[in-house]
């Protein structure tokens, strides 16, 4: 089992920042990607933004592209997601997630991100 708790939410003006961080923790030696997605109300839950483990190589959806950066503290065990020039519309439940090289995968809570206008 792979446990993931996230953090850094909150209430936040258009155009500012913040940082969701994601500690992973249980059988964590096999991961292969960590990921990041969001879920507004009425909508579908989107990938945000991933990266691997071996490699870092990242990925982002392009309503993101240049304003978010997905990075990974190794000593940590966490994924983080800075968010900058934030909008509205990033209004969302951010989830954390976890795929293992075995494809078992896991979903954090979950950590409300809201974007005032």
């Known amino acids: 089992q792979v446990r993931l708790v996230e953090s850094g939410g909150g209430l936040v003006q258009s155009g500012g920042s913040l940082s969701l961080s994601c500690a992973a923790s249980g059988f964590i030696s096999n991961l292969n990607v960590m990921s990041w997605h969001r879920q507004a109300p009425g909508k579908e839950r989107e990938l945000v933004a991933s990266?691997?483990?071996?490699?870092?190589?990242?990925n982002y959806v392009d309503s993101v592209k240049g304003r978010f950066t997905i990075s990974r503290d190794n000593a940590k065990n966490t994924v983080l997601l800075q968010m900058n020039r934030l909008k509205p519309e990033d209004t969302a439940v951010y989830f954390c997630?976890?795929?293992?090289?075995?494809?078992?995968?896991?979903w954090g809570r979950g950590t409300q991100v809201t974007v005032s206008s």
């Open positions: 990266i691997t483990i071996p490699g870092s190589i990242t």
């Open positions: 997630y976890a795929v293992r090289s075995d494809r078992s995968a896991y």
